[in-house]
């Protein structure tokens, strides 16, 4: 039975809380989190050029570590709360979180990748664990990983069909430069000629939906 993905809101044929992109987004975010949170740390100190303090001849020092690093650094933390949710809901015992905060979050992230299955066979709250490890995953990388390249247009959700006949659903963007919109799921490609026909097809799932 067809359900609509609690995190991205797209139908969804497997039935699960999470789609099949969204679960794969989940699960690459959640792996990458340990590593922006160790790199996090190479910017705690304030660059020279952010207005803070003075130089050698007076006024006031700048501060020693930035302030908005450290609470981005403390939102990590959310995920040992997420594991502990999971726990809570399987009636299993709190699980033993020890240890400095990377390694902490090291445990973390194993747990919840262990779980994974029960997490998207349909956990009530799959959508707002994909959703704040999103955001969290996106204010890191912001800051460790900057992208430069200029962002792309959306177009819609994927209207190509499966063997199965059900869609595809995932999200469709024109990076500027590009002639062809290509679905990073399915690998549907969309040339120019057929844009008219793909607004339409878009413009009718989303109406159906």
Request: glycine share 10%; proline share 9%.
């Amino acid at each position: 039975m067809d359900t609509t993905c609690t995190h991205c809101e797209t139908p969804d044929p497997t039935g699960s809380a999470l789609c099949i992109p969204c679960t794969q987004r989940l699960t690459e975010q959640l792996t990458g989190l340990p590593r922006l949170y160790a790199e996090l740390a190479g910017h705690l100190a304030p660059g020279s050029s952010n207005g803070q303090g003075r130089s050698s001849k007076g006024g006031p020092a700048p501060l020693p570590l930035r302030v908005d690093i450290l609470d981005m650094r403390a939102e990590f933390d959310a995920v040992c709360g997420w594991l502990s949710a999971v726990h809570d809901d399987r009636r299993m015992r709190t699980p033993r979180l020890t240890g400095d905060s990377l390694t902490r979050l090291h445990t973390a992230v194993a747990g919840l990748l262990a779980h994974m299955p029960w997490i998207v066979s349909g956990w009530p709250a799959a959508g707002d664990l994909a959703t704040e490890i999103n955001d969290l995953h996106r204010s890191a990388a912001t800051v460790v990983d900057p992208d430069p390249r200029p962002r792309g247009r959306r177009i819609g959700h994927c209207p190509a069909a499966h063997s199965d006949g059900s869609l595809c659903g995932a999200v469709l963007s024109l990076r500027p430069g590009e002639q062809v919109v290509s679905c990073p799921w399915c690998s549907a490609s969309y040339p120019p000629a057929l844009w008219a026909g793909l607004k339409q097809l878009i413009d009718a799932d989303t109406a159906a939906a």
